[in-house]
């Protein structure tokens, strides 16, 4: 079992190399979308500076849903989803492995890429390991919550709309809880609250999340 | 798995797969109703129909892809979908999309997908050289005709080593050769006592094959 976790966890970083559309995208939606805010409201150092954690969040939360509708995609295409569902290991594992390896790709690179925003931003230094940490776990959940909006939607010829309607308010938790932990961070708070959320959220979804996607993609095979 | 190869029409003393009484429907449309099969070690069974008679649908319904209306899909004597994954570790699947991956070169795809099922990699190199693919082995899958990775996927039947086939139209976009190449494969697989269900337009000729014919439009 754990091979074939490996297996479809190497089989997919080794196509997201091959294919850099795909995960690259989002990833310049994420920094087209913060870098026009200090463009259209103005160099004020202190309004940024109020909003950033905020839309931060937001361009990070709307990245992760625009990836999310290529997760099951292309496998349902060209029938290796029909294969993952014939596979005799537990499919819930095999959905884990392509959910990780989809993170790998477009969570961990936006992660990284955050700090370099946040300063766009004019987000005080003090607030980055909040920013980071809060989207790390923030990132996880939406990939993991999302993956069942896109194994439902999968069969659709254009699911991209409904994946969204699905998935929003499933994503509000996430989003409230990690702007706020990056907002009390800004203020000089203590996060210790806010990021026990967001972790609890994580760890719910994901022991829940794979065996609703397990389960929604048995059902868009048919 | 008994090694017993069933020849002529005697009757099969121990199905190991059957379906009783089956019936799928599409939106309100039944497709087919009270459809019965049986299937024992080293028997081949062709299922035949027009187009959109339900051949693909019924091959789907014995992968478990599609939920039946009625009746029951028995493998081992145990009602499907209990015990769901020995049953998936025991059958290869062939359907119309060959499930490669085009960014991927045959072997790898390859590799994968016998990580996927359960399998063992050892007979990969051979499995290529029967489908005769040696040279093409590390082309990305993307560059190969259609015939070629109709290839690639008849070549995933030899890594499994399951006992149960189901093919679904396996000449598709394939040469004379190619055909001679399935003929070979399922003869050679019935006669180590594995089953095969298939559906084809063309005839295939399976000598010293007990072959059963399922005529789509009798359900």
């Known amino acids: 079992m754990a091979s074939a976790f490996l297996t479809l966890l190497k089989r997919d970083l080794m196509l997201a190399l091959r294919r850099s559309s795909d995960w690259l995208n989002p990833l310049i939606f994420f920094i087209i979308v913060v870098s026009l805010f200090p463009l259209g409201v103005g160099p004020d150092g202190d309004l940024l500076r109020e909003i950033a954690p905020g839309v931060l969040w937001v361009a990070a939360l709307l990245a992760t849903l625009l990836g999310l509708d290529g997760l099951f995609k292309a496998d349902f295409d060209d029938g290796t989803l029909e294969q993952l569902l014939l596979s005799p290991h537990p499919l819930s594992v095999l959905v884990l492995a392509k959910i990780a390896s989809h993170w790998l790709c477009s969570g961990l690179p936006l992660l990284l890429l955050s700090p370099l925003l946040a300063v766009f931003m004019q987000l005080p230094s003090s607030a980055l390991p909040a920013l980071l940490a809060s989207l790390m776990l923030g990132t996880l959940s939406l990939c993991l919550i999302g993956a069942i909006g896109a194994a439902l939607t999968v069969s659709l010829r254009k699911g991209g709309v409904l994946l969204a309607l699905l998935v929003l308010p499933l994503y509000i938790p996430v989003l409230i809880f990690g702007s706020g932990t990056v907002v009390a961070a800004a203020a000089g708070f203590e996060i210790e609250a806010q990021l026990s959320i967001l972790g609890a959220i994580f760890l719910l979804s994901l022991s829940l999340a794979p065996l609703a996607t397990a389960a929604a993609l048995r059902v868009s095979a048919e | ?219």
């Open chain 2, 1 to 219: 798995m008994a090694g017993a190869c069933a020849h002529g029409n005697s009757p099969v003393s121990q199905a190991l797969l059957e379906a009783t009484d089956v019936a799928v429907f599409r939106g309100d449309h039944c497709l087919f109703s009270q459809l019965d099969l049986s299937l024992g070690s080293g028997q081949v069974l062709q299922v035949s129909g027009d187009n959109g008679s339900g051949k693909t649908t019924l091959l789907r319904g014995l992968c478990l892809f599609v939920p039946l209306e009625e009746g029951a899909v028995r493998w081992r004597g145990v009602t499907l979908p209990a015990k769901r994954d020995r049953y998936y570790s025991e059958l290869t699947y062939l359907g119309h999309h060959e499930g490669l991956k085009g960014d991927l070169s045959v072997v790898e795809n390859l590799r994968a997908s016998a990580s996927l099922s359960g399998s063992d990699a050892a007979t990969l190199p051979a499995a290529v050289e029967r489908v005769g693919l040696v040279n093409q082995a590390d082309l990305p899958c993307r560059s190969l005709s259609a015939g070629q990775r109709r290839r690639v996927s008849l070549a995933r039947l030899l890594i499994s080593n399951t006992p149960l086939w189901i093919l679904d139209e396996p000449l598709t976009s394939l040469d004379l050769h190619g055909k001679k190449l399935v003929e070979g494969l399922i003869t050679e697989h019935v006669g180590n006592g594995g089953l095969v269900v298939y559906t084809t337009h063309q005839p295939l000729s399976l000598s010293g094959c007990d072959v059963q014919m399922l005529q789509m439009s009798d359900w």
